[in-house]
Nanobody, 115 residues
């Protein structure tokens, strides 16, 4: 059984930075894609970044150039470095694991950016 646990959210001023972590435990396959989503109040969940098992990252236009996704295979942890944060980045951030036709979610971590 795979578990995903996010951490690192909080309150930050516009222009600041946060680093989110997602620790994956259990059976993590060699072929997988890890993703970060976010969901603002009243909005649909939005895919913002993904990284493949060969460490190829992709980003949504809304975060490109400001956010960096990475994966540390030593401790099965995915990171999202978020720089130059904006009030529009306020949301609950979720990590997601795609492997073997399964899509698994963490519980999310709140990020609030004040203006």
């Amino acid at each position: 059984q795979v578990q995903l646990v996010e951490s690192g959210g909080g309150l930050v001023q516009a222009g600041g930075s946060l680093r989110l972590s997602c620790v994956a435990s259990g059976s993590i396959l060699n072929i997988r894609t890890m993703r970060w989503f976010r969901q603002a109040p009243g909005e649909q969940r939005e895919l913002i970044a993904s990284i493949t098992s060969t460490n190829v990252p992709t980003y949504a236009d809304t975060v490109k150039g400001r956010f960096t996704i990475s994966w540390d295979s030593a401790d099965n942890t995915m990171y999202l470095q978020m720089d130059n944060l904006k009030p529009d980045d306020t949301a609950v951030y979720y990590c997601n694991l795609l492997q073997h036709m399964a899509s698994l979610w963490g519980r999310g971590t709140q990020v609030t950016v004040s203006s």
